[in-house]
Protein backbone atom coordinates (compact mmCIF):
# COMPACT_ATOMS: atom_id res chain seq x y z
CA UNK A 1 0.00 0.00 0.00
CA UNK A 2 2.61 2.29 0.88
CA UNK A 3 4.58 1.86 -2.27
CA UNK A 4 1.41 2.82 -4.01
CA UNK A 5 1.25 5.79 -2.66
CA UNK A 6 4.54 6.84 -3.30
CA UNK A 7 3.89 6.10 -7.13
CA UNK A 8 1.19 8.27 -6.81
CA UNK A 9 2.89 10.57 -5.38
CA UNK A 10 5.53 10.52 -7.77
CA UNK A 11 2.68 11.29 -10.51
CA UNK A 12 1.68 13.77 -8.76
CA UNK A 13 4.23 15.84 -9.00
CA UNK A 14 5.63 15.00 -12.68
CA UNK A 15 2.12 15.84 -13.47
CA UNK A 16 2.57 19.50 -12.39
CA UNK A 17 2.72 22.30 -14.64
CA UNK A 18 4.83 25.04 -13.76
CA UNK A 19 4.49 27.42 -17.11
CA UNK A 20 5.29 30.60 -16.15
CA UNK A 21 1.79 32.59 -17.65
CA UNK A 22 2.24 36.16 -18.77
CA UNK A 23 -1.04 37.32 -19.80
CA UNK A 24 0.35 39.70 -22.35
CA UNK A 25 2.32 36.80 -24.51
CA UNK A 26 0.55 33.80 -25.99
CA UNK A 27 0.75 33.05 -29.51
CA UNK A 28 -1.64 35.40 -32.62
CA UNK A 29 -3.12 32.48 -34.92
CA UNK A 30 -4.89 35.03 -36.39
CA UNK A 31 -3.44 39.01 -36.69
CA UNK A 32 -0.64 40.50 -36.45
CA UNK A 33 1.76 40.68 -33.65
CA UNK A 34 1.36 44.15 -32.93
CA UNK A 35 -2.38 44.12 -33.94
CA UNK A 36 -4.11 47.24 -32.44
CA UNK A 37 -6.80 45.37 -30.58
CA UNK A 38 -8.87 48.54 -30.08
CA UNK A 39 -8.93 49.11 -34.17
CA UNK A 40 -9.94 45.99 -34.39
CA UNK A 41 -13.03 46.05 -32.33
CA UNK A 42 -14.11 49.80 -34.16
CA UNK A 43 -14.17 47.00 -37.37
CA UNK A 44 -16.22 44.43 -36.15
CA UNK A 45 -18.84 47.60 -34.91
CA UNK A 46 -19.31 48.24 -38.27
CA UNK A 47 -20.83 45.29 -38.92
CA UNK A 48 -23.97 42.92 -37.92
CA UNK A 49 -22.73 39.69 -36.45
CA UNK A 50 -24.81 36.75 -34.94
CA UNK A 51 -23.07 34.40 -32.46
CA UNK A 52 -24.64 31.07 -31.09
CA UNK A 53 -22.81 29.00 -27.67
CA UNK A 54 -23.82 28.11 -24.83
CA UNK A 55 -21.18 28.38 -21.68
CA UNK A 56 -17.47 28.51 -22.57
CA UNK A 57 -19.26 31.32 -25.34
CA UNK A 58 -20.03 33.23 -21.81
CA UNK A 59 -16.42 32.64 -21.31
CA UNK A 60 -15.40 34.02 -25.23
CA UNK A 61 -17.24 37.34 -24.16
CA UNK A 62 -15.95 37.86 -20.81
CA UNK A 63 -12.47 37.39 -22.84
CA UNK A 64 -14.08 40.45 -25.31
CA UNK A 65 -14.47 42.58 -21.97
CA UNK A 66 -11.12 42.31 -21.14
CA UNK A 67 -9.63 43.52 -23.98
CA UNK A 68 -12.84 46.40 -24.03
CA UNK A 69 -11.26 47.75 -21.04
CA UNK A 70 -7.66 47.19 -21.75
CA UNK A 71 -8.50 49.35 -25.11
CA UNK A 72 -11.06 51.80 -23.66
CA UNK A 73 -13.68 50.76 -27.13
CA UNK A 74 -16.53 49.14 -26.25
CA UNK A 75 -18.12 46.24 -28.79
CA UNK A 76 -22.30 46.88 -28.51
CA UNK A 77 -23.67 43.73 -28.01
CA UNK A 78 -26.93 42.01 -27.08
CA UNK A 79 -28.00 38.53 -25.72
CA UNK A 80 -31.38 38.25 -27.57
CA UNK A 81 -33.08 35.44 -29.75
CA UNK A 82 -35.76 37.77 -31.13
CA UNK A 83 -33.51 38.66 -34.50
CA UNK A 84 -37.18 40.23 -35.94
CA UNK A 85 -36.67 43.13 -32.85
CA UNK A 86 -35.00 46.43 -34.27
CA UNK A 87 -31.87 45.41 -32.64
CA UNK A 88 -29.25 48.34 -33.48
CA UNK A 89 -26.09 46.22 -31.64
CA UNK A 90 -23.51 45.46 -34.14
CA UNK A 91 -22.73 41.86 -32.58
CA UNK A 92 -25.43 40.04 -31.14
CA UNK A 93 -24.96 36.37 -29.16
CA UNK A 94 -27.42 33.94 -28.26
CA UNK A 95 -28.02 30.42 -26.13
CA UNK A 96 -28.23 27.65 -28.86
CA UNK A 97 -29.33 23.99 -28.95
CA UNK A 98 -28.87 22.04 -25.77
CA UNK A 99 -25.84 20.89 -24.26
CA UNK A 100 -24.71 17.28 -25.03
CA UNK A 101 -27.10 17.36 -28.00
CA UNK A 102 -25.08 18.60 -31.19
CA UNK A 103 -28.32 17.77 -33.52
CA UNK A 104 -30.24 20.46 -31.42
CA UNK A 105 -27.67 22.94 -31.67
CA UNK A 106 -27.64 22.69 -35.44
CA UNK A 107 -30.92 22.76 -36.03
CA UNK A 108 -31.82 25.95 -33.46
CA UNK A 109 -28.48 27.23 -35.30
CA UNK A 110 -30.32 26.97 -38.88
CA UNK A 111 -33.48 28.23 -37.28
CA UNK A 112 -32.19 31.01 -35.53
CA UNK A 113 -30.35 31.98 -39.15
CA UNK A 114 -33.34 31.82 -41.12
CA UNK A 115 -35.12 34.45 -39.29
CA UNK A 116 -32.37 36.29 -39.89
CA UNK A 117 -33.39 40.07 -41.31
CA UNK A 118 -32.86 39.63 -45.29
CA UNK A 119 -32.25 43.60 -46.30
CA UNK A 120 -28.47 43.92 -44.85
CA UNK A 121 -25.24 41.62 -45.09
CA UNK A 122 -24.59 39.80 -42.02
CA UNK A 123 -21.81 37.28 -40.57
CA UNK A 124 -23.43 33.82 -38.08
CA UNK A 125 -21.49 31.31 -36.73
CA UNK A 126 -21.99 28.98 -33.74
CA UNK A 127 -19.57 26.73 -31.91
CA UNK A 128 -20.22 23.65 -30.13
CA UNK A 129 -19.44 22.55 -26.40
CA UNK A 130 -16.80 19.94 -25.52
CA UNK A 131 -19.96 18.06 -23.98
CA UNK A 132 -21.60 17.51 -27.42
CA UNK A 133 -18.80 15.49 -28.77
CA UNK A 134 -17.88 12.94 -26.10
CA UNK A 135 -15.72 9.82 -26.42
CA UNK A 136 -18.80 7.30 -27.51
CA UNK A 137 -19.91 9.74 -29.97
CA UNK A 138 -20.21 8.69 -33.97
CA UNK A 139 -18.08 11.13 -35.67
CA UNK A 140 -19.37 10.26 -38.79
CA UNK A 141 -23.28 11.02 -38.26
CA UNK A 142 -22.98 13.94 -36.51
CA UNK A 143 -20.33 15.87 -39.22
CA UNK A 144 -22.44 14.43 -42.45
CA UNK A 145 -25.66 15.66 -40.29
CA UNK A 146 -23.82 19.49 -39.89
CA UNK A 147 -22.64 19.29 -43.36
CA UNK A 148 -26.05 18.95 -44.96
CA UNK A 149 -27.45 21.74 -42.93
CA UNK A 150 -24.35 24.06 -43.21
CA UNK A 151 -24.22 23.98 -47.03
CA UNK A 152 -28.59 24.33 -46.44
CA UNK A 153 -27.60 27.46 -45.22
CA UNK A 154 -25.21 28.50 -47.91
CA UNK A 155 -27.24 27.88 -50.60
CA UNK A 156 -30.46 29.68 -49.06
CA UNK A 157 -29.22 32.57 -47.13
CA UNK A 158 -26.95 34.60 -49.58
CA UNK A 159 -27.31 37.88 -47.67
CA UNK A 160 -25.66 35.56 -44.19
CA UNK A 161 -22.15 34.73 -44.46
CA UNK A 162 -22.01 31.47 -42.32
CA UNK A 163 -18.60 30.77 -40.58
CA UNK A 164 -17.67 27.37 -38.90
CA UNK A 165 -16.25 26.85 -35.78
CA UNK A 166 -14.00 23.44 -34.58
CA UNK A 167 -15.29 21.82 -31.61
CA UNK A 168 -13.40 23.29 -28.62
CA UNK A 169 -11.15 20.69 -26.96
CA UNK A 170 -10.70 19.77 -23.35
CA UNK A 171 -7.51 18.92 -20.69
CA UNK A 172 -6.70 15.68 -19.98
CA UNK A 173 -7.48 14.37 -16.32
CA UNK A 174 -4.19 14.08 -14.28
CA UNK A 175 -3.93 13.49 -10.27
CA UNK A 176 -5.41 11.13 -7.97
CA UNK A 177 -8.26 10.76 -9.85
CA UNK A 178 -6.88 9.87 -13.40
CA UNK A 179 -4.55 7.84 -11.55
CA UNK A 180 -7.18 5.62 -9.86
CA UNK A 181 -8.82 5.15 -13.44
CA UNK A 182 -5.85 3.78 -14.97
CA UNK A 183 -5.19 1.47 -12.35
CA UNK A 184 -9.14 0.60 -13.35
CA UNK A 185 -8.30 0.10 -16.73
CA UNK A 186 -10.51 2.84 -17.60
CA UNK A 187 -9.08 6.20 -19.00
CA UNK A 188 -8.82 9.80 -17.58
CA UNK A 189 -11.22 12.19 -18.68
CA UNK A 190 -10.12 13.88 -21.94
CA UNK A 191 -8.24 11.20 -23.38
CA UNK A 192 -10.95 9.15 -25.93
CA UNK A 193 -13.17 12.36 -25.63
CA UNK A 194 -10.74 14.77 -27.39
CA UNK A 195 -9.66 11.80 -30.02
CA UNK A 196 -13.20 12.30 -31.33
CA UNK A 197 -13.10 15.70 -31.09
CA UNK A 198 -9.98 16.27 -33.66
CA UNK A 199 -11.53 13.66 -35.85
CA UNK A 200 -14.56 15.90 -36.30
CA UNK A 201 -12.21 19.16 -36.32
CA UNK A 202 -10.06 17.28 -39.07
CA UNK A 203 -12.42 16.45 -41.19
CA UNK A 204 -14.14 19.88 -40.94
CA UNK A 205 -11.04 21.71 -41.82
CA UNK A 206 -10.14 19.42 -44.90
CA UNK A 207 -13.82 19.30 -46.36
CA UNK A 208 -14.67 22.48 -45.71
CA UNK A 209 -11.20 25.22 -45.94
CA UNK A 210 -12.33 27.12 -49.21
CA UNK A 211 -15.97 26.20 -49.22
CA UNK A 212 -16.73 28.32 -45.65
CA UNK A 213 -14.70 30.65 -43.58
CA UNK A 214 -13.17 28.41 -40.65
CA UNK A 215 -12.12 29.76 -37.12
CA UNK A 216 -10.36 27.28 -35.73
CA UNK A 217 -10.91 27.09 -31.29
CA UNK A 218 -9.51 23.91 -31.15
CA UNK A 219 -6.30 25.48 -32.47
CA UNK A 220 -6.40 28.35 -30.74
CA UNK A 221 -7.30 26.42 -27.23
CA UNK A 222 -4.64 23.74 -28.05
CA UNK A 223 -1.49 26.25 -28.99
CA UNK A 224 1.20 27.13 -26.30
CA UNK A 225 2.21 30.40 -25.95
CA UNK A 226 5.52 29.76 -27.93
CA UNK A 227 3.95 28.04 -30.91
CA UNK A 228 4.12 24.86 -30.10
CA UNK A 229 1.15 22.44 -29.55
CA UNK A 230 0.11 20.82 -26.43
CA UNK A 231 -0.64 16.95 -27.04
CA UNK A 232 -0.78 13.79 -24.92
CA UNK A 233 -0.51 10.35 -26.21
CA UNK A 234 -2.49 7.15 -26.47
CA UNK A 235 -1.96 3.82 -27.96
CA UNK A 236 1.26 5.21 -29.99
CA UNK A 237 -0.70 8.32 -31.26
CA UNK A 238 -0.54 12.22 -30.28
CA UNK A 239 -3.19 14.59 -30.07
CA UNK A 240 -3.83 17.58 -29.23
CA UNK A 241 -5.73 19.04 -25.86
CA UNK A 242 -5.76 22.41 -24.05
CA UNK A 243 -3.09 22.99 -21.49
CA UNK A 244 -4.16 23.34 -17.84
CA UNK A 245 -3.40 26.76 -17.49
CA UNK A 246 -5.80 27.77 -20.12
CA UNK A 247 -8.97 26.43 -18.47
CA UNK A 248 -10.60 26.53 -14.92
CA UNK A 249 -11.88 23.03 -14.97
CA UNK A 250 -10.53 20.92 -17.95
CA UNK A 251 -13.42 22.67 -19.92
CA UNK A 252 -14.05 25.90 -19.42
CA UNK A 253 -11.77 28.82 -20.17
CA UNK A 254 -10.16 30.99 -17.44
CA UNK A 255 -9.41 34.46 -17.41
CA UNK A 256 -5.95 33.51 -19.20
CA UNK A 257 -7.31 31.26 -21.79
CA UNK A 258 -10.78 33.59 -22.89
CA UNK A 259 -8.22 36.39 -23.35
CA UNK A 260 -6.37 34.45 -25.91
CA UNK A 261 -9.81 33.03 -27.67
CA UNK A 262 -11.01 36.46 -27.58
CA UNK A 263 -8.50 38.06 -29.10
CA UNK A 264 -8.08 35.62 -32.30
CA UNK A 265 -11.78 35.58 -32.75
CA UNK A 266 -12.16 39.40 -32.99
CA UNK A 267 -8.59 39.45 -35.37
CA UNK A 268 -10.05 36.42 -37.13
CA UNK A 269 -13.75 38.25 -37.45
CA UNK A 270 -11.91 41.27 -38.63
CA UNK A 271 -9.94 40.12 -41.44
CA UNK A 272 -13.12 38.12 -42.31
CA UNK A 273 -15.11 41.00 -42.60
CA UNK A 274 -13.01 42.76 -44.97
Same mark, same amino acid.
Given at each position: ????V???S?L? @????N ?38 ? +?F ?5 ? !???E ?6 ? =??? !????? #????N ?5 F????? +? =??N ?6 V ?5 I ?5 S @???F???Y ?5 SS ?8 Y ?7 K ?7 I????? $??T +? ?7 ? &??K ?5 P???L ?7 F ?9 ? @??P @? ?6 ET?L ?10 K???? $??? $? ?7 G?L? =?? +? #???? &??NMIA ?5 L?
Amino acid at each position: MRRLVYIISILL @VASCNNYQIDMNEFHKMYGGDNEDVGALLQELSSHKIYFGHQSV +GFNIISGI !EQWEQETGVQL =DRV !ETRDF #AENVNAPFVHFRVGKN +G =DPNSKIDDFVSQVESIPGDSTS @VAFFKFCYVDITGSSDVDVVFDYYKEKMLYLKDNFSNCNIILVTV $PMT +GVQKGIKAT &AKKILSRQPSGVLENIKRNEFNERLINEFSG @VFP @VFDLAGVETTLPDGSTQTYKYKGGEY $PCM $PDFYTSDLGHLN =DF +G #ARIV &AYNMIAFLAEELK
